[in-house]
């Protein structure tokens, strides 16, 4: 029986510590928000919503309709863009994300480049993806994507081969 207790403790541990750590990334963006310079741009299911439709009546060529489809799995697009802030901030940034725990998240891949990191990282539901975030840091630029929705395994090359995630 105690077993059984410690064994339940464990596990609300270990999903409280699951909890906070997405909180934390959520809260970059409330500390860096409000930062001279820093942009925030979220986008709601409802307006990829009106993408997808117009997809759907045959707007634009095949390429946008794909696209257009892939966007109708997320729910909502959180963007955070220090490019214009002071280095301060940038670097303070870079400490912050450097500190957060891992929580739920796994490492879907880690790029390090001309001076360019971009890591992205991944929550699951199975064979689900639930969650992206895609960090990107250099000594020009620093910015958090997040991207939420259901999105299959097999559709998450299309997402990185888009321009959605190029400059």
Do not use: W
Request: hydrophobic fraction near 40%.
């Amino acid at each position: 029986m105690k077993t059984l207790k410690y064994a339940m403790a464990t596990l609300c541990l270990l999903g409280m510590t699951a909890c906070s750590n997405k909180l934390e990334y959520d809260s970059i963006f409330s500390d860096y928000k409000d930062e001279p310079h820093a942009e925030v741009v979220v986008v709601p299911k409802l307006l990829l919503k009106l993408g997808t439709g117009m997809a759907k009546m045959g707007m634009g060529d095949k390429d946008d309709r794909q696209a257009l489809n892939l966007v109708s799995k997320i729910n909502s697009i959180r963007i955070l863009d220090l490019d214009d802030c002071s280095q301060e901030v940038k670097q303070r940034f870079l400490t912050d994300v450097q500190q957060l725990g891992k929580g739920g998240y796994e490492t879907l891949m880690r790029v390090n480049a001309d001076g360019e990191n971009v890591k992205l990282l991944l929550q699951r539901d199975g064979t689900d993806i639930t969650e992206l975030l895609i960090i990107n840091t250099s000594d020009d630029d620093a910015e958090l994507i997040q991207l939420k929705g259901r999105i299959k395994e097999s559709e998450i090359g299309r997402i990185m081969e888009s321009d959605f995630v190029d400059d």
